[in-house]
């Protein structure tokens, strides 16, 4: 026996029968005494050795163990590479290919093919089995909450790619450069391989068509009807951009919202033009006969558009069409005039008044913060009296909020800054007049704030909530009526308030019905406390909701009553969102109306609304009530009235949905990114909104970049030094 070290010498055909032939699966070469010459071939002794499998003499020697038929092809198998791949066989029972045990890879495995292909086969999968040993598990979390191991995914690490870019705004190319291959590949994973801009764009438009399609085909299914949002934005590449934003109240009674579309609309905002956007997008989405109500602003343009939505929407709740004139028709589509929009209109009727007053404090900060020498100056003089220094940021003309904040955070320390400022200029700038005025303008710019605020929400039913400011605004102008200094500024704010105002809105009303701490009752009783500060008679218009009211009902009944299904009485739900000023309508809690479960079963043949109507008010006047979750739990009670009720109460009110997309937009296409197209833009903002909606994160009704302009402009260092406030 030739020792493994010794030279491979030819073997004469004469000595066939003595040679001793290397365990080989090329029973084809050694039937016809032929010798392989390639190391894929090798005998035993060297293939072991090749493979590193133990003792190459008991390699060479052992005997081969007989092989059943259904493992072979009919010929004794030698090779140790067999015992790591599984043969398949053809009909004539021949061998045509092998898969390997670890991988389940298959490869080509006939006679004449010679077992070198599956030798190298078998040493990669052992060095990838060796380097899986070397490397930790990895955990990853599922769904459920059980664990799994995570795997590596160049996929799944391209559509997260993609997400990330939308999320934060980044250029389509930041995975394609070597400073993040080597930040991934160094940080978190060897393995990473570079995505180019390209294949970036391509993964976007995917990721983009599955997000459409999961909203097309999952999500809008499976709603009764939506409401749209729609604005018109002007970005810094002078392209103007139109959204479209559907708002729906979901299956399991929660409110949602999503952007749907974000169009080039390159000619001019006409009412024709804005029709034919929407329009489309709606469309795309095959939700035509879905649409309940559209919220847009207060321009002429946006009234034409609704004239022409109105017919093509009209398939939810049908036409009512005068039988005295025929050609007159009331489409059922509710247009919706942003009520955000009104209050701005109406504060800045009155800061137009207040311009002189303003420019003075606005002079006084810009004088303080242009020297560094006077603002360590002010910081010594708060430290002598006691009170936390800090600098005032100014407001922007054109965002009435921001002069509240500038009042905000300026008023508290008007004694140390008049001090100051008129002992550094020399003369009385700020005199006791001046800070009358900016503290009554603080507080009537707080009341519009907080009602700003209040109804630029996402999450919650924002319908209800309007009568409820109305009431509050109403009644701050009449208290202030006779203050001769602010008479000036209240009087066009009052005209402007009458001018939107004066006559409610029916969805206002509506919404504020079916909230069942009002009710009927409710409603009278809030027109009497209205009817106080605006000296108008509204028994007309209660009258009015009423019939209007039960005529809507009465198209609910007609589309839905087939599907009504036995009536059982659930108690209500307590969980909520926001405190309202029911002390003022009802002479405080617990006057009237009753605790938990409240409305009556309605008996068989009654009209669910004159049940509803009937029953008793709950009393939950605190923070803890939550509309939709009430009338969830009496969605059997009233099955034809909750959805009536959903439809209402999903209905935003103002068009800050819309609005919120143009911050974003604004980011997407800054100065170094305007060569992105319209295309590439909708596809960013949808993703984000729809990675935004995955965490309820959409929409803050807060503008907290705004309020941290004016907040955090401490001198001091220490954070817990002495607060500011009023020196007496």
């Known amino acids: 026996e030739r020792g493994s070290d010794e030279p491979r010498g030819p073997v004469a055909m004469d000595d066939i029968d003595e040679a001793v032939y290397p365990a080989t699966i090329n029973e084809d070469l050694v039937d016809y005494g032929h010798v392989p010459d390639n190391v894929d071939d090798a005998g035993g002794a060297d293939a072991a050795a090749f493979l590193g499998l133990g003792n190459v003499t008991e390699a060479v020697a052992a005997p081969v163990p007989p092989v059943s038929e259904s493992q072979s092809c009919g010929s004794k198998r030698r090779s140790p590479v067999w015992d790591n791949f599984d043969e398949i066989l053809d009909d004539k029972r021949v061998r045509i290919a092998a898969v390997c045990k670890f991988c389940r890879h298959r490869l080509s495995a006939k006679s004449a093919a010679g077992t070198g292909h599956l030798l190298r086969h078998q040493n990669a999968c052992k060095k990838k089995a060796d380097h899986a040993k070397m490397v930790q598990t990895r955990l990853a979390m599922n769904p459920d909450g059980s664990y799994r191991n995570w795997e590596y995914k160049p996929d799944v690490a391209r559509v997260e790619l993609c997400k990330l870019i939308a999320r934060l705004d980044l250029p389509l190319s930041v995975a394609d450069n070597d400073a993040w291959d080597d930040y991934i590949q160094r940080a978190h994973n060897p393995r990473h391989v570079r995505v180019s801009r390209f294949s970036t764009s391509r993964d976007l438009e995917k990721l983009f068509i599955d997000t459409i399609n999961n909203l097309k085909h999952i999500v809008f299914p499976g709603v009764n009807s939506i409401c749209l949002t729609s604005d018109i934005w002007s970005g810094n590449a002078k392209e103007d951009y139109i959204t479209v934003v559907a708002h729906f109240i979901n299956s399991d009674w929660q409110l949602k919202k999503h952007v749907i579309g974000f169009r080039l609309i390159e000619e001019a905002h006409t009412g024709t033009n804005i029709a034919e956007r929407i329009s489309d997008v709606v469309e795309a989405f095959g939700m035509t006969d879905k649409i309940f109500a559209v919220s847009l602003d207060n321009a002429s343009s946006n009234n034409n558009a609704m004239q022409i939505l109105a017919p093509i929407f009209s398939g939810y709740l049908g036409v009512d069409t005068d039988p005295d004139n025929p050609s007159k028709k009331t489409y059922y589509v509710v247009h919706q005039r942003c009520a955000c929009h009104v209050i701005?209109?109406?504060?800045?009727?009155?800061?137009?008044?207040?311009?002189?007053?303003?420019?003075?404090?606005?002079?006084?900060?810009?004088?303080?913060?242009?020297?560094?020498?006077?603002?360590?100056?002010?910081?010594?003089?708060?430290?002598?009296?006691?009170?936390?220094?800090?600098?005032?940021?100014?407001?922007?003309?054109?965002?009435?909020?921001?002069?509240?904040?500038?009042?905000?955070?300026?008023?508290?320390?008007?004694?140390?800054?008049?001090?100051?400022?008129?002992?550094?200029?020399?003369?009385?700038?700020?005199?006791?007049?001046?800070?009358?005025?900016?503290?009554?303008?603080?507080?009537?710019?707080?009341?519009?704030?907080?009602?700003?605020?209040?109804?630029?929400?996402?999450?919650?039913?924002?319908?209800?909530?309007?009568?409820?400011?109305?009431?509050?605004?109403?009644?701050?102008?009449?208290?202030?009526?006779?203050?001769?200094?602010?008479?000036?500024?209240?009087?066009?704010?009052?005209?402007?308030?009458?001018?939107?105002?004066?006559?409610?809105?029916?969805?206002?009303?509506?919404?504020?019905?079916?909230?069942?701490?009002?009710?009927?009752?409710?409603?009278?009783?809030?027109?009497?406390?209205?009817?106080?500060?605006?000296?108008?008679?509204?028994?007309?218009?209660?009258?009015?909701?009423?019939?209007?009211?039960?005529?809507?009902?009465?198209?609910?009944?007609?589309?839905?009553?087939?599907?009504?299904?036995?009536?059982?009485?659930?108690?209500?739900?307590?969980?909520?969102?926001?405190?309202?000023?029911?002390?003022?309508?009802?002479?405080?809690?617990?006057?009237?109306?009753?605790?938990?479960?409240?409305?009556?079963?309605?008996?068989?043949?009654?009209?669910?609304?004159?049940?509803?109507?009937?029953?008793?008010?709950?009393?939950?006047?605190?923070?803890?009530?939550?509309?939709?979750?009430?009338?969830?739990?009496?969605?059997?009670?009233?099955?034809?009235?909750?959805?009536?009720?959903?439809?209402?109460?999903?209905?935003?009110?103002?068009?800050?949905?819309?609005?919120?997309?143009?911050?974003?937009?604004?980011?997407?296409?800054?100065?170094?990114?305007?060569?992105?197209?319209?295309?590439?833009?909708?596809?960013?903002?949808?993703?984000?909104?729809?990675?935004?909606?995955?965490?309820?994160?959409?929409?803050?009704?807060?503008?907290?970049?705004?309020?941290?302009?004016?907040?955090?402009?401490?001198?001091?260092?220490?954070?817990?030094?002495?607060?500011?406030?009023?020196?007496?």
């Open 344 to 728: 701005n209109l109406i504060v800045k009727s009155g800061l137009k008044r207040l311009k002189p007053y303003i420019e003075i404090f606005r002079t006084a900060i810009s004088y303080l913060n242009a020297s560094n020498k006077r603002i360590a100056e002010f910081k010594d003089y708060c430290l002598l009296k006691g009170v936390r220094p800090r600098k005032f940021g100014l407001d922007m003309d054109v965002r009435w909020n921001s002069t509240y904040l500038m009042l905000k955070h300026l008023i508290p320390y008007k004694n140390v800054f008049s001090v100051f400022i008129n002992g550094n200029i020399g003369y009385a700038a700020l005199n006791g007049e001046h800070w009358y005025v900016a503290e009554k303008v603080c507080e009537f710019l707080e009341l519009f704030y907080e009602s700003t605020v209040a109804l630029s929400g996402v999450y919650y039913p924002t319908s209800p909530l309007v009568l409820h400011h109305i009431i509050e605004i109403a009644t701050h102008f009449h208290e202030c009526r006779g203050d001769s200094k602010l008479e000036t500024v209240i009087g066009p704010m009052r005209m402007k308030f009458e001018k939107y105002w004066k006559k409610i809105p029916m969805l206002y009303s509506f919404a504020f019905i079916l909230d069942p701490r009002a009710k009927l009752r409710g409603l009278h009783m809030a027109l009497d406390l209205l009817a106080k500060s605006t000296s108008y008679n509204y028994n007309l218009y209660a009258n009015e909701v009423k019939h209007e009211l039960f005529k809507l009902y009465n198209k609910y009944e007609n589309k839905f009553a087939a599907a009504r299904p036995a009536r059982t009485a659930h108690p209500s739900g307590l969980t909520g969102k926001r405190k309202q000023a029911w002390g003022k309508i009802f002479g405080g809690p617990g006057g009237s109306g009753t605790s938990g479960p409240s409305s009556n079963i309605p008996i068989a043949g009654t009209c669910e609304l004159t049940a509803y109507l009937d029953s008793d008010n709950v009393v939950a006047y605190d923070d803890s009530f939550d509309i939709l979750n009430w009338w969830h739990d009496h969605k059997l009670t009233y099955p034809v009235l909750s959805i009536m009720a959903k439809d209402i109460m999903s209905v935003p009110v103002s068009t800050t949905s819309s609005e919120s997309c143009f911050s974003q937009s604004g980011r997407i296409l800054e100065d170094r990114r305007r060569r992105l197209n319209p295309e590439t833009v909708e596809q960013l903002i949808i993703i984000k909104d729809w990675e935004l909606a995955a965490r309820r994160a959409q929409h803050s009704v807060e503008d907290l970049e705004l309020e941290e302009k004016f907040k955090n402009l401490w001198l001091d260092e220490d954070n817990a030094g002495a607060a500011a406030g009023d020196e007496s």
